[in-house]
Structure formats: structure tokens, C-alpha cells
């Protein structure tokens, strides 16, 4: 039977995809922060303490994904800036 979606990737590949999944999801998540940072500096403040304590010195990370993923990062500050505002107009 032949193979099909993620387990026709050879393991290597299927590594490099859930990398960049992992990549992508951080950037929506720290956009999301640093939207909502501008409302609340606490709450990219308690993202930023969450992220020093973790047991992967995550911090040193944050300049090269934003410099490998900039583009995404700028549609997720645009996409989380538009769902913010909308969700306080509602």
C-alpha cells in the first residue's frame, strides 16, 4: 500500500516540516504578544518571562526567526493586529 500525507516524507523531510510548522507557530505567537503588548505591556512582558524560564535558552532564538522568517512575521503583527481590533469593536 502505498504511503500517503506525512508518511510518504522520508524522516528527514518530515523533520524539516515540523520544524518550519514550529518556526511558524512561534512567530504567530510572539506577533500575537507583541500586539497585545502594545494594549498591555504586561502581557509581553509574562511571554517574555515564560520564554527565559524555559528549559531551551529560547531568548537567543528570537533575532535568527525573525530574521529567517520576516515576512511571516510581519503577516502575523497585520493578522493578530486585525483580530485584536476587531475583537474590541465587538
Not at 520544524?19 to 505591556?41: E, K, T, V
Amino acid at each position: 500500500m502505498p504511503r500517503t500525507g506525512a508518511d510518504s516524507l522520508e524522516p528527514e523531510q518530515a523533520q524539516k516540516q515540523e520544524n518550519l510548522q514550529n518556526i511558524l507557530h512561534f512567530l504567530s505567537l510572539f506577533a500575537l504578544h507583541c500586539r497585545a503588548g502594545a494594549r498591555s505591556p504586561a502581557s509581553l512582558h509574562a511571554f517574555m518571562s515564560t520564554l527565559h524560564s524555559a528549559e531551551q535558552p529560547v531568548e537567543a532564538c528570537i533575532p535568527y526567526l525573525l530574521q529567517v522568517g520576516d515576512a511571516f512575521f510581519a503577516y502575523y503583527l497585520l493578522l493578530w493586529e486585525v483580530v485584536l481590533s476587531n475583537e474590541n469593536t465587538i
